[in-house]
């Protein structure tokens, strides 16, 4: 079983950025990946980032491409999301999540899922 806990959630200004942060424990094998999503009570879960640990191939939902860069750290067994030029409408709940399946972007082929950190982006 793995564990996922995010934080560096909080409150920001429209243009400003934040750091999130997921640490993982427990055992992880293979060439598992780490993701990150987001969600509001009023929209679906939306793909933010995703890194495939053994390649660092990342990948990027359209509407963060450009703004939010994804990264690993391996011996802390911990994804970064650095989240730049932030706007309103980046306001959700981001949650990290592992798993081995592809597509990356598909929430249901991740397993573990931590409990989110609330992002809230001031106008």
């Known amino acids: 079983q793995v564990q996922l806990e995010e934080s560096g959630g909080g409150l920001v200004q429209a243009g400003g950025s934040l750091r999130l942060s997921c640490a993982a424990s427990?055992?992880?094998?293979?060439?598992?990946?780490m993701g990150w999503f987001r969600q509001t009570p009023a929209k679906a879960r939306e793909f933010v980032a995703g890194i495939r640990f053994r390649s660092n191939s990342t990948f990027y939902g359209d509407a963060v491409k450009g703004r939010f860069t994804i990264s690993r750290d391996n011996a802390k067994n911990t994804v970064y999301l650095q989240m730049n030029s932030l706007e309103p409408e980046d306001t959700a709940v981001y949650s990290c999540?592992?798993?081995?399946?592809?597509?990356?972007?598909?929430?249901?082929?991740?397993?573990?899922w931590g409990r989110g950190t609330q992002v809230t982006v001031s106008s």
């Open positions: 427990g055992r992880t094998f293979g060439d598992y990946a």
């Open positions: 999540a592992a798993g081995y399946r592809s597509p990356i972007y598909w929430p249901n082929n991740y397993d573990y």
